[in-house]
T-cell receptor, first 109, second 113 residues
Framework: EDQVTQSPEALRLQEGESSSLNCSYT??????LFWYRQDPGKGPEFLFT???AGEEKEKERLKATLTKKESFLHITAPKPEDSATYLC??????????FGAGTRLTVKP | SAVISQKPSRDICQRGTSLTIQCQVD?????MFWYRQQPGQSLTLIAT?????????ESGFVIDKFPISRPNLTFSTLTVSNMSPEDSSIYLC??????????FGQGTRLTVV
């Protein structure tokens, strides 16, 4: 069964405390893995796309990596404004796309 | 990147009525998706809408309840028909080109009373 699983469900960090979010997937015919940030009351905001194992993308304090089974979103020295829900999604086969349940990140000052 | 304008942003509707949600993209996209998101939950795909063909619905969603139109490559509508309080949710549209990133509208917060 095609699945996308994110962990942890919720993560509380102190400002400056680096950590990683995980997105594991079991799909056939991976076409791309996407990371999104979603703030309350808003639609998801695109962050990164990863297409193949070994690929890495960076943006400010965020870095996304991809293996054949999972992706990590590394957050370095987070700030309170990084607090949000982070969603990963996987595109596979022709038109299929599945979202994980998300990780709710809270960064305390 | 594409910008997607979704409207209405929110509505309060009487049970038994229908609401049509519109999404306009500022560029042509091959695929448009419609999602439902309960508060604090992730996104559940309702259907995929490609221009010129019937929408493809996910398990648990049917065309009679959620008819979709996709008249061109920049526009789509989702109708929530014969609404009940259980339909209260946030509805989101997104557009993409297949295996590239999909961009989202800001969502429609629907409350059925």
């Amino acid at each position: 069964e095609d699945q996308v699983t994110q962990s942890p469900e919720a993560l509380r960090l102190q400002e400056g405390e680096s950590s990683s979010l995980n997105c594991s997937y079991t799909v056939s015919g991976l076409r791309g893995l996407f990371w999104y940030r979603q703030d309350p009351g808003k639609g998801p905001e695109f962050l990164f796309t990863l297409y193949s194992a070994g690929e890495e993308k960076e943006k400010e304090r965020l870095k996304a990596t991809l293996t054949k089974k999972e992706s990590f979103l590394h957050i370095t020295a987070p700030k309170p404004e990084d607090s949000a829900t982070y969603l990963c999604a996987v595109a596979f086969n022709n038109n299929d796309m599945r979202f994980g349940a998300g990780t709710r990140l809270t960064v305390k000052p | 990147s594409a910008v997607i304008s979704q409207k209405p942003s929110r509505d309060i509707c009487q049970r038994g009525t229908s609401l049509t949600i519109q999404c306009q993209v500022d560029s042509q996209v091959t695929m448009m998706f419609w999602y439902r998101q309960q508060p604090g939950q992730s996104l559940t795909l309702i259907a995929t809408a490609n221009q010129g063909s019937e929408a493809t619905y996910e398990s648990g969603f049917v065309i009679d309840k959620f008819p979709i139109s996709r008249p061109n490559l920049t526009f789509s509508t989702l109708t929530v028909s014969n609404m009940s309080p259980e339909d209260s949710s946030i509805y989101l549209c997104s557009g993409g080109m297949g295996n590239t990133e999909a961009f989202f509208g800001q969502g429609t917060r629907l409350t059925v009373v």
